[in-house]
């Protein structure tokens, strides 16, 4: 492995990611493979974000992956990183007839794979909700072929008629989708069961995101053998194979840009001091409103900013 620490050669790349999460790294690896020169840096000791693994007295702590959909031989995620170089990581399928248990006082629902089964399993368990639950199912069936929209125009112009649902709600919250379905609490309650993965309640949370997360786990859901780091390490030991470069411990002070044009990062390392490297494209892999309010700085935040990072 490259000293990822203390060594850093150039000061000039086709492309820097700012923050080594799986997004980050994603990003990296897919640029890397067309050929770009490309710096990922991270303030962390380990490539990964939320992805990683620490262990303390025999014991092996996965930091944020529990479970992840679309895993499947042809799943989204399995593609993604087949296409960034990565197509070694073995995903062990989650029971599917219940990868999540849903336990209340007076009932458990278990999740299934499957969307038509869930819709069955919902109605087995709110019978007097069949006309909310199927209004509910016919959301994550358009935002499914939304999701799987083709950027060409005369395909996008076919596809949104079959879309009614999704466009309707796309600024609603899911609070807002739920209550259109149903009063009853019980069965609000199991469809919103999984705001844990997106940290909001319902009522603050984006439709699409309450839907899209639903609608990922119901095509299946896995955890890769080895746990997330096995991931990290992989597309990071691509992105070096591919002639990009990582720095660790490496804390970006800001993105830089004048007149709207972003020409590169700012960075201290305790090894290097304080960097300046240049890049025509920065993608930040870190929280959006730190990146435009901290990295970027308001001064600087123009359409034309925002586009370039």
Known sequence: MRDRFRVLNDDSFDAIVVGAGLGGLTAAALLAHEGRKVLVLDQHYVAGGNATIFRRRGYEFDVGVHYIGECSKDGMLTRILRAAGVGDIEFEELDPDGYDTLVFPDFTFKVPRGIDLFRDRLCAQFPAERRGIDRYIAFLRQLDIAMGMSSNPVSALLTLPRITSVLRLSNKTFGELLDSCTTDIR???????????????????????????????????????????????????????????????????????????????????????????????????????????????????????????
Do not use: C
């Open 187 to 309: 069965l609000k309650a199991v469809l919103a069961a999984q705001n844990g993965d997106y940290g909001l309640p319902p009522s603050r949370a984006s439709a699409l995101i309450g839907g899209g997360i639903a609608l990922h786990y119901l095509k299946g859901a896995y955890y890769p053998k080895g746990g997330g780091q096995v991931i990290a390490d992989r597309l990071a030991e691509e992105i070096e194979r591919r002639g990009g470069t990582i720095m660790l411990r490496s804390h970006v002070e800001r993105i830089i840009a004048h007149d709207g044009v972003v020409e590169g990062v700012e960075f201290s390392n305790r090894h290097l001091g304080r960097r300046i490297v240049r890049a025509p494209i920065v993608i930040s892999n870190a929280d959006l409103k730190r990146t435009m309010n901290e990295l970027v700085g308001r001064e600087n935040l123009s359409a034309s900013t925002i586009d370039r990072v």
